[in-house]
């Protein structure tokens, strides 16, 4: 008997169903990708967020304690042990070493007496991590990992695992590490926007060394927004008083639901140990940060192409301003957004796309993590009214910074304004190495205990304004300054090491 031949319909409906299946199933996987023999994620699978302990009931002592154990409890187990090896040359130095270079040929030594096929040294190191996927993903600080040639991890399950650098950012001092072990607990990645000043955290990583692994230990947060440390290019950091030592770098900083909100990245301390002041790197930041290197290997800022100070009392004073609102512009990068979008010397940003420009370092910080391409609307205040200002903003590139430290003369100064100024002429140029240029002024000496001194001023400054008026030359320099007395407010613009600063103070 022959077979019917299916019908057209059960050819679509299996066809239909085939197609179903297989979104399904790719619905489910995680799509990876090779960057430079690296793999690389196209979407980072965080966990989120299965019980909310910063609900959890206080009625007595016992609850209290019983809170603070469930935080650490939830935490620990994502938290792991970071060791780091380095090879290093250990130079060898002859008997020779000392009679110089015609014994150097003779005994195969390089310059100082060091031999060619010197020893090689292993420089162990070790930090702290925390789990952020269950496929390996680890978060720790760029320091941690910087220069190693091999890197593994211990969890707290005790086991030893190879770990691979996936990428680092020394801007903001955050790396990316991996390991190939599915089924870890990764933390819950919380927002470090919604942290207040006052909030209990508590730390957890390895300090001194692996015998004190995953120490718990708790504070209050005591700042936000610390920048100006010194730690990183791009800092935004949180301030707690939760005990860290070294070793606990790239650990997480826990609130009470558990969350990471930041990542300890380093101490205040006179002495090297713990003294009540550590900084961690917020956690939205961080974030950031480790899904970019996740997904392109690198981390895109965007740029404006200005310099920007804050404003002070004696800024505002001179300005007319409010103290401590906005951002003035220095520099004005000859090409950049900034200068293509028609901003200048001495205009003050006051918010950006609505919102208000609280520092120049907050300011700065939102402008790079923005995407290159995109748009944003800037208001100015510019010789007493309001502007507005659309910038396209463009990827940032690393540029040469100019060593703005300059040597102090000691030549006689103004007791008046509290520093000289001359003619840069091309003896004083060379003297304080900068490019000679007729007409310019330039301050060669400074009393130290002046306010100008005081202010930032220092020799090598070249002084383009004063009280907003141009300076042509050493002559029209001496015209603007005859008449200040002791007291009065000076204005002054100058160059230093290609950049504008503005500076204001009382003589």
Do not use: C
């Not at 008997?95 to 270079?101: A, E, T, V, W």
């Not at 100015?380 to 300059?406: C, I, P």
């Amino acid at each position: 008997m022959m077979k019917k031949k299916p019908s057209f319909m059960k050819y679509l409906l299996l066809v239909f169903a085939g197609v179903t299946v297989g979104a399904l199933i790719f619905s489910n996987l995680e799509f990876n990708f090779s960057f430079n023999g690296t793999s690389l994620s196209s979407k980072p699978n965080f966990a989120t967020a299965t019980s909310n302990i910063e609900n959890y009931p206080i009625q007595s002592l016992k609850s209290f304690n019983e809170a603070f154990v469930q935080i650490a409890e939830s935490a620990t187990p994502s938290v792991v042990t970071i060791f780091t090896e380095k090879t290093v040359n250990q130079r060898i130095f002859s008997p020779f070493s000392f009679f110089g270079s015609p014994f150097d040929d003779m005994f195969g030594m390089q310059g100082g007496g060091a031999l060619n096929n010197g020893r090689k040294e292993v420089q162990r190191g070790l930090g702290s991590g925390v789990i952020v996927t269950a496929d390996g993903y680890i978060l720790t600080n760029n320091h941690v990992i910087d220069g190693a040639d091999v890197v593994y991890v211990r969890t707290s399950d005790n086991r030893k695992l190879d770990a691979k650098v996936i990428g680092s950012d020394p801007k903001t001092d955050i790396a990316v590490i991996k390991v190939n072990v599915k089924g870890l607990k990764p933390i819950v990645i919380g927002d470090s926007d919604k942290l207040r000043v006052g909030e209990w955290v508590i730390a957890i990583g390895s300090p001194l060394g692996e015998n004190l692994a995953r120490t718990v230990t708790q504070g209050i947060v005591s700042a936000k927004g610390r920048a100006n440390v010194g730690l990183a290019d791009y800092e935004d950091f949180i301030q707690t008083d939760a005990a860290i030592n070294p070793g606990n770098s790239g650990g997480p900083l826990v609130n009470i639901n558990g969350e990471l909100v930041g990542v300890n990245t380093a101490i205040a301390s006179r002495t090297g140990g713990f003294e009540g002041i550590g900084f961690a790197v917020p956690s939205n930041m961080a974030k950031a940060v480790l899904t970019s290197l996740i997904t392109t290997g690198k981390v895109t800022r965007s740029y404006l192409g200005v310099t920007l100070q804050d404003i002070d009392d004696n800024l505002a004073k001179a300005m007319h301003l409010k103290a401590g609102e906005g951002a003035l512009v220095g520099t004005v990068v000859e090409g950049s957004p900034a200068a293509k979008s028609g901003l200048k010397t001495g205009d003050v940003i006051i918010d950006y796309n609505g919102v208000k420009v609280a520092s120049s370092v907050s300011f700065r910080n939102a402008i790079a993590s923005q995407a290159p391409g995109s748009t944003v609307n800037l208001r100015v205040f510019r010789d007493g009214s309001v502007k507005n200002f659309t910038v396209r903003l463009e990827e940032q590139v690393a540029t040469k910074v100019a060593d703005a430290s300059r040597t102090e003369a000691g030549e006689t100064v103004s007791t008046v304004l509290g520093f000289r100024a001359e003619e840069l002429t091309a003896e004083i140029a060379q003297k304080l190495k900068l490019k000679s240029s007729a007409g310019k002024v330039v301050i060669t000496a400074m009393a130290p205990s002046s306010n100008a001194y005081r202010a930032g001023l220092r020799p090598g400054d070249l002084i383009l304004s004063v009280n907003k008026q141009e300076v042509p030359s050493l002559a029209g320099y001496g015209t603007l300054v005859k008449n200040i007395k002791k007291g009065d407010l000076l204005f002054l613009l100058v160059d230093r090491g290609g950049s504008k600063i503005y500076f204001a103070f009382n003589v």
